[in-house]
């Protein structure tokens, strides 16, 4: 009996030693962002212990089935048993190590920990290798056969299931066969308490990276993938009666009076719409102050109406599609473009410009496959759509696509023969990793993200070359411009990913086509990026009503609020407050609101209810 109780005391160690490994490699390789939020190391190592409940249910799971063949070998042979046990542990280490060493890899660009939403990357991996740099890619793979090599080496050394054990008593075995159980069951949920363990247990700190330190990686995905995997047609966000929901939203959207300020000089003009990956507001000098990353959209700016206030309705570039062309916010635990079979369901701006007699074409310097992002266009019936493969290979490219200076040199010479009206789409991609474009290195100051900051620089010099040179062209004087970001990122100024600051994106309408008292003014109301789509629309005199989620910005009595999704939660914003919540661990992150504003928390949930279940309904 000896023998088999101290190899269970051993397995317990020895996963307990290859988490904590696992956590501080997660550590090691996020130092810049650790430090940028000046954390001390005593904080720091205060995620090893907040980390030990979770890693303890994650080893009881490990452990479940370890018992059972323990338990099988009291009876049948030993050997045959112990050679089971061995070749499941190197299985479930080697699940263990790919999902915490790709964490590593996948953090400093999502800031969140892996979940169910990656699965959708597997269908094409080469989205994330092509994301990494060579070397860091490289990296990541000597690190994840380093772990394996030395885990299995000290497994095969110190821990390896006893192929001669022995209880000589009948009273022994039943000890261990009733006992382990409970004991496994125990910490499986995290003790004797009314609620089982949840991701809460292990989350001690202000800072979201220490958390994300501390939550069990294998335990959270699983969990993740368990609980939002499928939905059976069920709405996880549900606090009201359904009729109620639906009606809070409508009233939401009400006007007094459905007018708009007319800004434009044009009834028909072109449309130009420039889709900048990744930017976030904070790299716009009128919004954070910073002059010397972007600085030609700054000179642009004096020919349209800027908005300082507007936010991201997800993080990914295939919920900010969405966004733009059918007014849909985007969706927690899921995404829209995921499911092809709810297209149809959505209104598209594509298809109602395309009806009213505008040519609609889009551009991308890379493959339109990530994200199922080529599925939708091609739903929403674009004339034309360009991307990698139909520029020449001898184009000078990165890992992910043509640089963008190429992007808009296709573009301005494909313009020249378009027809217009046109609607015309320009989606770029060099601030997106690995920021392989030419320019590199022309900041140089001691901050942060600093080859992100030098891949917006990149993009930003594109910009200003593009303009320079459509001014030139027959069309320009007739086309309205709209610049905006897909989504936002992290930059200098280190803003959470869960905070309104992080989702802050640019957008700037701008062109000849701008009435002049409306130039070089600026839009500092809240709003959303669903709400360009109708913004847009009425100002062509077009029918908005099949955009339900979209308000029209130049309507002096639209109301003021944006909401974002947060993976597993949602957040709401407006000119009282913010409410952000995490439906995973049943957490508030941040409530301005008191108990005579409450209504705007039920608006907020309202909201993400009749959201969720309008999505689910299609």
Sequence with gaps: MKRLLLFFLKYVVYWLIILNLLRLIFILANLSIIRSENIAFWHISKSFVAAFNLDMSMLAYITTLVYAFATIS????????????????YIVLSVVSLLSIGEVGIYPEWRTKINSKALVYLKNPSEVF???????????????????????????????????????????????????????????????????????????????????????????????????????????????????????????????????INILNSAKPNIVYIILESWPATVIESISGDDFITPNFHKLEKEGVLFTNLYASGNRSQQGMVAFFAGFPSLPITTFTNYPEKYSSLPSMVKDLNENGWNSSFYFGGQLRYGNIKSYLMYNQFDKIIELENFDKSIPRGRLGVHDEYLF??????????????FHVVFTQSSHSPYDQPLQNVIKKDISELPFINSVYYTDKCL????????????????????????????????????????QIPMLIMGDVIKEEFKGTQYDKIASQTDITTTILKQLGLDTSKYRWSKNLFNPYTPEFAYF???????????????????????????????SQKHYVDDAKAYVQELFQEFLDY
């Design 74 to 89: 009291l009876f049948i042979n030993k050997n045959f048993i112990a050679k089971i046990i061995n070749i499941y542990t």
């Design 565 to 595: 999704e947060m993976n597993e939660g949602f957040a709401w914003l407006n000119p009282q407050g913010q409410f952000l919540y995490h439906l995973g661990l049943d957490r508030v992150f941040r409530n301005d609101f008191d108990d």
């Design 464 to 503: 200003g070359d593009f303009f320079e040179n459509a001014k030139k062209q027959h069309w320009y004087k007739n086309t309205l411009f709209v610049i905006v970001a897909d989504h936002s990122h992290v930059s200098h100024k280190n803003y959470g990913v869960n905070t309104f600051e992080y989702r």
């Design 409 to 422: 040199q296709r573009s301005l010479n494909d313009l020249k023969n378009e027809k217009e009206p046109f």
């Design 130 to 260: 092509e994301s990494i740099s060579f070397l860091n890619l490289l990296a990541l793979f000597f690190v994840l056969v380093s772990v394996m090599f030395i885990a299995i080496y000290v497994y095969k050394k110190f821990v390896e299931f006893p192929e001669g054990h022995n209880f000589s008593k009948w009273y022994s075995k039943l000890v261990f066969i009733l006992l382990t159980p409970l004991i496994l069951f125990y910490f499986v949920r995290g003790g004797t308490k009314e609620i089982p363990i949840s991701q809460s247990d292990a989350w001690y700190s202000d800072h979201m990276i220490m958390n994300d330190a501390a939550v069990n990686t294998t335990w959270n995905f699983v969990f993740n993938y368990i609980k939002y995997s499928s939905f059976s047609g069920e709405n996880p966000f549900i606090y009201f009666d359904a009729e109620f929901a639906q009606q809070r939203v409508e009233e939401m959207h009400q006007v007094e009076t459905d007018t708009t």
